[in-house]
């Protein structure tokens, strides 16, 4: 079964940093790409950032291309998100998504962390 | 950056009717490559049509995807309670693979 479990979110500072982890387990993660989609309270899902299978390609959502850094561990089966300098409007709920097949689009979904931004 | 627009924002229908869901684009999507997904409350995404129109694992046949270069359609034939959710489509042909605002289908 494909588990996917986010950590890292929590009540952090206007101006401060982050980083989420999502751990990956029940199949052959390196195979898949990965991706940080992030949905605001009340809000639509927002694609944040994607990475290939080995690592090579990496890809982010152009408002907050400079801000985010995305990076896997294939030997430990996790996914992360580098963030920084974050303000109110990074508040959301933060899921790790696996790739379906070789593409972006996402088959299977973790249950989310969520950050908030708040002084 | 592709956007994608969602029709309507909200759609009441009883069950048993039949939904349409639109999804338009501000430019064509490479290779079709939409993808819809249902979210109900406090859960995560679930993922129900990719390229387009081929139906991921599982998912019942009353869903259907439809369209090609700018203009997407998700049909629902006949609504069960359980379908009545927020639907969001997804390109990811170019990056960034953006999302739709989403349509939220709610009961009559």
């Known amino acids: 079964e494909v588990q996917l479990v986010e950590s890292g979110g929590g009540l952090v500072k206007p101006g401060e940093s982050l980083r989420l982890s999502c751990a990956a387990s029940?199949?052959?993660?390196?195979?898949?790409?990965m991706s940080w989609v992030r949905q605001a309270p009340g809000k639509g899902l927002e694609w944040v950032s994607a990475?290939?299978?080995?690592?090579?390609?990496?890809h982010y959502a152009d408002s907050l291309k400079g801000r985010v850094t995305i990076s896997r561990d294939n030997a430990r089966n996790s996914l992360y998100l580098q963030m920084s300098s974050l303000g109110a409007e990074d508040t959301a709920v933060y899921y790790c998504?696996?790739?379906?097949?070789?593409?972006?689009?996402?088959?299977?979904w973790g249950q989310g962390t969520l950050v908030t931004v708040s002084s | 950056e592709i956007v994608l627009t969602q029709s309507p924002g909200t759609l009441s229908l009883s069950p048993g009717e039949r939904a349409t869901l639109s999804c338009r684009a501000s430019q064509s999507v490479s290779n079709d490559y939409l993808a819809w997904y249902q979210q109900k409350p406090g859960q995560a995404p679930r993922f129900l049509i990719f390229?387009?129109?081929s139906r991921a694992a599982g998912i019942p046949d009353r869903f259907s995807g439809s369209g090609s270069g700018t203009d997407f359609t998700l049909t629902i034939s006949r609504l069960e309670p359980e379908d009545f959710a927020v639907y969001f489509c997804?390109?990811?042909?170019?990056?960034?693979?953006?999302f739709g605002q989403g349509t939220k289908l709610e009961i009559k």
């Open positions: 390229g387009a129109s």
């Open positions: 990475i290939s299978g080995d690592g090579v390609y990496r």
């Open positions: 998504a696996r790739g379906f097949l070789t593409g972006y689009c996402s088959d299977n």
């Open positions: 029940g199949f052959t993660f390196s195979s898949y790409t």
């Open positions: 997804q390109q990811y042909g170019r990056s960034p693979y953006t």
